[in-house]
């Protein structure tokens, strides 16, 4: 049985694009074949993140249009066994497509693949209600500012209202140090309003932009790091793998935190 | 003394002008917060269940199928079931006007929560033929014989029974009830619930709560945590003050003679009554 997951925030440049590439790429890692589907019409990223940009020859589009066949639309990763891409068109916008042609797609991918990830662009219009159309579970990306958290709980309503209510939660770009000091919400607190299960934290890194630049998700290339085996560990939750969390706090852990831990501060 | 009358800041005259105009109006015979709004519910009348939808005409805006639809799923699906599985339900689409798909899909919405569309009430035409055409009994009427749109003004003194609303009020929510509503669940920021009766939060209040807003400045809104964005009840209007630690225990929000006040829960009953008089509620020490 494959599994439609739709990756959606409300709020643009949350990291929506780059949680979809790397757990994309991390599930293909765990030896699952994986299909990633760009449903940001019009402002397309996905590909770039992939570093598949120059490979994209047919769009999702074409093959509704039927200038072509789903199979060769897909773009095949190199790197790793099992990770395709399905294109989004840059020369339309959201109106291209409905609903129904994101069902169509999505139900057509799951007979070969068992994870269908779906790149959800920002907003809550056209453009969303696509890309949930055919999710069966919603993966929420935050970061702790008042203002992701705001949409978030927003899109969780929606999604409810939908039906969809498998939501898990991931906050991403958490900066411990911050958080220590009290200038960033902890994940608690975000966990504490929205009320749905976490299933993964991310921490702020400047390894997740290098990457992002380059074209290859971290999990791929530098993986020998903080954030990559955060993204792992997601993929192995999803499979169903009870993965402790990392403790972000333990990395500025001196006598003095503890101090400040122990009496309050 | 637990009281904390006199803390918040209460804001009068706060008027949506339609003319958009810059001047601030100088006398306010009539605020537009206290509103005789229109929305969708389900009501039980002679063991017949049905669902009422907004008049079109007396909107100020035109109300657009996705928001109907999306209203009614969030209504529906939130609401306490009170009926049982395979009750029929009678659709009163009022002055709407729908199509057979759009029929289609609100009888697809009652079958999630069990319910199945067996009639349409209306008062268009096309709305009839459509209703017709999908298969459900049809009865048209005349705007002045729909029984169930009584004349706003007329029903204003009674309100409808209590909402019970069993998840959290999420961001961009919005529930309006002409009654007293009961939510088994947070009011997050950006969140709002409106009600013509009291406001009962099981959680946290941290968005937006109008209690009495038809105008009864009697009505209370009561939470396990106060940390709202904005408190309204009639038309008072008072937001949270910026150093007022919270507190652990039940709050109550009332008017008072200060304006919105906010007391223990827990005593309130027995250390308050209401003024008809001054029409506030009054500290009976």
């Known amino acids: 049985m494959s599994r439609i997951i739709v990756v959606t925030s409300g709020k643009g440049g949350v990291g929506k694009t780059t949680v979809t590439s790397n757990l994309g790429a991390a599930l293909a890692k765990v030896n699952r074949k994986v ?41 095949k990763d190199k790197r790793l066994n099992g990770l395709v891409l399905l294109p989004a068109a840059q020369n339309r916008n959201k109106e291209a ?21 779906v790149d ?81 934290v991310i921490p702020d890194d400047e390894r997740v932009i290098v990457a992002t630049n380059k074209g290859e ?16 560990n997601i993929a192995k939750r999803l499979e169903g793998e009870k993965v402790p969390f990392i403790d972000l706090m333990s990395e500025n852990d001196n006598i003095l935190s503890r101090l400040r831990r122990i009496f309050g501060g | 003394m637990c009281l904390r009358n006199n803390l918040i800041t209460l804001v009068y005259g706060m008027v949506a002008d339609p003319q958009l105009s810059l001047d601030l109006p100088s006398d306010t ?7 005789t709004y229109s929305q969708i519910r389900l009501k ?42 395979g009750d029929s339900v009678s659709l009163i689409a009022q002055d709407q006007l729908l199509d057979v798909q759009q029929l289609q899909t ?25 209703a017709a055409t999908g298969g459900y009994c049809v009865e048209q009427n005349k705007l002045s014989q729909l029984s169930l749109t009584p004349d706003v003004r007329t029903q204003e003194a009674t309100l409808a029974e209590p909402l019970y609303f069993n998840q959290t009020v999420r961001s961009g929510v919005e529930l309006r009830h002409e ?80 304006g919105i006040s906010l007391a223990k829960a827990m005593d309130f009953a027995k250390t308050h009554e209401f003024s008809e008089l001054k029409a506030v509620w009054l500290d009976r020490q």
């Not at chain 1, 159309?133 to 999604?159: F, N």
């Not at chain 2, 909107?59 to 799923?73: A, F, G, I, N, V």
């Not at chain 2, 009888?107 to 459509?130: C, G, K, S």
Request: glycine fraction near 6%; hydrophobic fraction near 45%.
């Open chain 2, 106 to 130: 609100i009888a697809e919405i009652l079958e999630e929560v069990d319910l199945v569309l067996e009639t349409v009430v209306t008062t268009r035409r096309q709305t009839a033929v459509a």
């Open chain 2, 179 to 258: 009654g007293t509503i009961i939510i088994f669940g947070d009011i997050n920021p950006g969140g709002m619930a409106i009600s013509a009766g009291d406001i009962f939060v099981w959680g946290r209040l941290r968005g937006m709560a109008h209690a009495g807003a038809k105008g009864n400045r009697q009505s209370r809104i009561v939470t396990l945590q106060m940390d709202f964005t904005q408190l309204r009840i009639a038309d008072s209007v008072a937001r949270y003050p910026k150093f007022l630690p919270k507190s652990a225990e039940p709050e109550i929000a009332f008017i008072s003679e200060e």
């Open chain 1, 35 to 75: 299909a990633l589907l760009d449903a940001d019409f019009g402002l397309r990223n996905l590909d770039l993140l992939l570093g598949l940009e120059e490979r994209v020859v047919y769009t999702a589009l074409d093959v509704l249009a039927g200038d072509c066949r789903l199979a060769q639309a897909l773009v």
């Open chain 1, 97 to 117: 497509v409905s609903p129904d042609d994101m069902k169509k797609i999505a139900t057509a991918l799951a007979k070969g693949y068992d994870y269908i990830i």
């Open chain 2, 44 to 85: 039980r009348e002679d063991n017949r269940l049905f669902l009422v939808l907004p008049i079109q005409r007396e909107l100020e805006q035109e109300l657009s199928w996705t928001q109907l639809w999306q209203e009614l799923k969030h209504y529906l699906q939130g609401r306490e079931k009170s009926w049982a599985t």
């Open chain 1, 217 to 232: 998700p971290l999990v791929i290339g530098d993986h020998d790091c903080l954030p990559a085996n955060s993204f792992m």
């Open chain 2, 29 to 35: 015979p009539f605020s537009p917060l206290v509103e």
């Open chain 1, 120 to 200: 959800c662009p920002a907003g809550i219009e056209l453009g969303f209600r696509n890309a949930i159309s055919a999710a069966k579970e919603a993966l929420i990306v935050t970061t702790p500012e008042i203002a992701a958290v705001r949409d978030a709980d927003r899109v969780i309503g929606l999604l409810e209202a939908e039906g969809i209510h498998k939501i898990s939660l991931i906050v991403n770009r958490v900066k411990p140090k911050m958080v220590e000091d009290n200038k960033m919400m902890s994940v608690d607190d975000v966990l504490e309003l929205l009320a749905v299960p976490l299933i993964g």
